[in-house]
């Protein structure tokens, strides 16, 4: 199993990217899976999760500027971040608590490798 993320980039603060995160492999299924992000120097702190129901959670200081949502029959996950600012420079990390089709299998967290989002002033 496998998670990608992309959409990462430099934006000028006010402006707005799209991240998405598709995961791959021998997927049985999905549960939660969220966006998490590490400022240099801080520690990665949770951004927004989202259940295989569609319920959500975010981190106070993105609720309303971040929209999380995700695609179940294309094992995606996305995070449409709006009016962005400097502060949320930052690596983004995607995961998932995917079960994979070996027998006896049980959930397990998988982390994607982080994508690079900068805003500049």
């Known amino acids: 199993v496998q998670l990608q993320a992309s959409g990462g980039g430099l934006v000028q603060a006010g402006g707005s990217l799209r991240l998405s995160c598709v995961a791959s492999?021998?997927?049985?299924?999905?549960?939660?899976m969220g966006w998490y992000r590490q400022a240099p120097g801080k520690q990665r702190e949770l951004v927004a999760t989202?259940?295989?129901?569609?319920?959500?959670n975010y981190e106070d200081s993105v609720k309303g500027r971040f929209t999380i949502s995700r695609d179940n029959a294309k094992n995606t996950v996305y995070l449409q971040m709006n009016s962005l600012k400097p502060e949320d420079t930052a690596v983004y990390y995607c995961?998932?608590?995917?079960?994979?089709?070996?027998?006896?299998?049980?959930?397990?967290?998988?982390w994607g490798p982080g994508t690079l989002v900068t805003v500049s002033s």
């Open positions: 989202i259940s295989n129901s569609g319920n959500t």
């Open positions: 492999g021998r997927i049985l299924s999905i549960s939660d």
């Open positions: 995961n998932g608590v995917i079960k994979d089709d070996a027998l006896f299998s049980l959930p397990y967290t998988y």
